[in-house]
């Protein structure tokens, strides 16, 4: 089995006790020495202070290639713009550009009157400045805002005309629900990388519940599977195998990237980098 190229996906902490975790996390995970680490944006752009600073701090104490999460959501284009000054000002390169989902509680996407109305049109106006590297996310189920699967593919290459370079898909619990996507897109004629979203399951219950919300389909062998693990504590030892099993799956039909959803944990991911022969380049105590 060949070794696949990884990349790491980290929330903002929201307080000094998060900040540590996040500091500790990054650290672990820097060994293995990631294509990128990226760092979400807080639905409705809850966190666009702290994602900013988050990233800007990353970007000049870890020497990782991070990507800042950018997203449409209450702003107008000028204030979203501005964000994406404030990463360029810090030296960051690469964002992952997003509509983005509205704060908790709202009934769906509404645009700001004076802001972004699309994903499209903010990886458009992004790739105008040519400062960035734009990477997007992609659905491998139907997205629950899209009319068809096939409406999300559409939309997919357009994101990539537009001026992105790759896209990460939202997690999903079946490699045949990947492998079907990518022949999918390669028929409609998209080229661009579609890097698998991996989410190794640190909790079923917060897991299957956030699947449910987004349109990621339960294998009910694996509700079967977890719930009973959950039940004689060893939860994480399936969590790992289940992951690992996954990440071999799509290795074997050539996918040569992963990008995992870290929830801020290094444990399970690094079990799983470890299963999959990821070795950690460099001594721990030299990372940041
Ligand atoms: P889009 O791809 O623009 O839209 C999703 C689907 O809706 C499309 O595939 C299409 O079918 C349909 N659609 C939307 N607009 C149109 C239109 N105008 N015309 C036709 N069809 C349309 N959320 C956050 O808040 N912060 C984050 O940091 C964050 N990071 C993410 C990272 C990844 C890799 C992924 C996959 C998702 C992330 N999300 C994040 C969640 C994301 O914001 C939500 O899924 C959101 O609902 C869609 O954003 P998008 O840019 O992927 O949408």
Redesign the pocket.
Known sequence: MSIPRISF?FFPPRDLEASFNLFETVQTLAAYQPRFV?V??????TTREITRDAVATLHKHTGLNVAA?L?C?DATREETLAIADQFAAAGVTEI??????PPKGANG?TAHPQGF????ELIEALAEQGRFNI?????PEK?????DSN??I???KR?LDAGASEA???FFFEAETFLRFRDRCDKAGITAPIVP?ILPIENWKGASTFARR?GASIPPLLDDAFTKAARDGREDLLATAQATELCSELIDEGVEDL?FYTLNKPHLTREVCHALGIKPQIPLQKVA
């Open positions: 996906e990226s979400t944006y807080g639905a409705g752009g999460h997203t959501v992952v550009a997003l509509r983005g989902d996407f109305t699309s994903s499209v990477r997007v996310g992609a659905y997205h629950p805002d899209a009319a409406a999300d559409d939309w997919l994101k990460i898909t939202q979203g987004c990008h």
